[in-house]
């Protein structure tokens, strides 16, 4: 079982996330914007961050460089989810440090595949 941090300012996007994840056996806990998500991040330390990229205070992309250039965090694999779906954002997201891009919205399979890739030992649902 995994421990992974859902970085969305949408409550429906992140109840639908959250039930993607806890339906694998992982523990899922959240944050409300970017700013919050770099505090969580240190704090808890997850296994994996699923980061929406727009969001108040602190966007995704902002986020995900802090965290990145973080040495007690920098370990951590941060995962876009995002409606931004141009070419030039997904290169962005990967230039701040992200190590997957998943769009909105999202399909179930979809993220299984990605979480798989970045979870060892993680299941099907």
Do not use: C
């Not at 779906?85 to 909105?104: I, L, N, S």
């Amino acid at each position: 079982m995994a421990r992974i941090l859902i970085v969305d300012d949408s409550p429906s996007q992140l109840l639908g996330i959250k039930r993607i994840v806890e339906k694998l056996g992982h523990e899922a806990f959240s944050a409300e914007d970017g700013a919050a998500g770099v505090e969580v991040a240190k704090q808890e330390l997850p296994d994996l961050i699923l980061m929406d990229v727009v969001m108040p205070n602190l966007n995704g992309f902002q986020a995900t460089r802090t965290i990145s250039k973080n040495p007690e965090t920098a370990h951590i694999p941060i995962i876009l989810v995002t409606t931004k779906d141009q070419e030039t954002d997904k290169v962005w997201g990967m230039r701040q440090g992200a190590k997957a891009y998943v769009t909105k919205p999202i399909k179930e399979e979809d993220l299984v595949k990605t979480l798989n890739e970045f979870l060892p030992g993680a299941r099907a649902p």
